[in-house]
C-alpha cells in the first residue's frame, strides 16, 4: 500500500494571504502546506480521498493519473472546492465519478455542482457524480475501506480504515474531528500507521489541538502516527522536535509505502 499526502495544510491553506510570519515566510518546503488531501493505492486499486481547491496542481505535482474510487470525507470547502477537475478522469473513462460520502456530503455536492450529477458526462471534458451513501465497508478485491462517523462541530466527517488484501496492511485517516470516538480507535488499531488531526497547539471548538492528537495516538498505539490539517502556528521543525516518540508532523508529498 502506497499513501500520498496531497496537502496537509488547514482551510486557509499556509502561506496564508497577507500573512507575514515566521511560518509563512519560511524558506523550509515542509512549511508550504495546500489543503488537506490523501490519495492511496491498495495493489494498483487508487483511492482519493477529498478533492482540495488545489487538487489538480496536486495532482500534476504528485504525478496522479489514475482513479477508481472518490471519497468526501465531509463537504467543507476546503475538501469538496476541487471537485470540478474530477472532471479528468471523467475524460478517462467517458462515466462518472461515484463519489462515497455522508449524507451531508451529498447535500453539498449537489448544491456546488448541480450541472455534473449524472450517470455520465454530458460532452467529453466534463465533469460527471454519481453520489453514494459510503458505507461501513467497501469491498473491492484489492482490499476493504472501512467508515466510521467523527464528530467534527455541526457535522460528522468519515474516518477511514484502508486494509490491503495482499500483504494484510492497514493504514487509518482520522482528519477534521473534534475528537476519536472509542469505536473508531478501536478500528483502527492494529493499523501500521495512522494519520490524525491536530490542527494547532491551542485547542479549537472543531479540530483537535496537537496534544489531543497526541492523546488519540497514544490510545489507537500504533507503530507511528501523522498529524495533519495544521495551521501556520505550526512550524515544521519546530514542533517535529516536541512531538512524543512515534508521533510525526505529515508534509505535503510525503509517501508512505506500507
Known sequence: ?????????????????????????????????????????MDGLHVQVDASPEFRLQCVREKISQLNVFILTHGHADHIAGMDDLRRFCDHGAKAVTVY????????????????????PVATGYPA???????????FPQGRIYSTP?????????????????????????????????????????????????????????HMSISEACTVAAEIGCPVSYLTHMTHSVEHEEWGNKLPTGVLLAYDGLRLKL
Open 129 to 139: 457524480f454519481q453520489l453514494a451513501d459510503m458505507p461501513a465497508v467497501l469491498e
Open 1 to 41: 500500500m502506497e499513501v500520498i499526502f496531497l496537502g496537509t495544510g488547514t482551510s486557509q491553506g499556509v502561506p496564508m494571504i497577507g500573512c507575514d510570519c515566521a511560518v509563512c515566510t519560511s524558506a523550509n518546503p515542509r512549511n508550504r502546506r495546500m489543503r488537506t488531501s490523501i490519495h492511496v493505492v
Open 150 to 206: 467523527l464528530p467534527h462541530g455541526s457535522v460528522n466527517t468519515l474516518g477511514l480504515v484502508f486494509e490491503e488484501k495482499s500483504s494484510g496492511q492497514k493504514f487509518a485517516y482520522y482528519s477534521d474531528c473534534k475528537s476519536v470516538p472509542p469505536a473508531a480507535v478501536a478500528l483502527a488499531q492494529g493499523a501500521a500507521a495512522v494519520c490524525l488531526d491536530g490542527l494547532r497547539p491551542d485547542p479549537h471548538p472543531t
Open 101 to 120: 460520502t455522508t449524507g451531508e456530503g451529498k447535500d453539498r455536492v449537489a448544491a456546488m455542482f448541480p450541472y455534473a450529477i449524472g450517470a455520465r
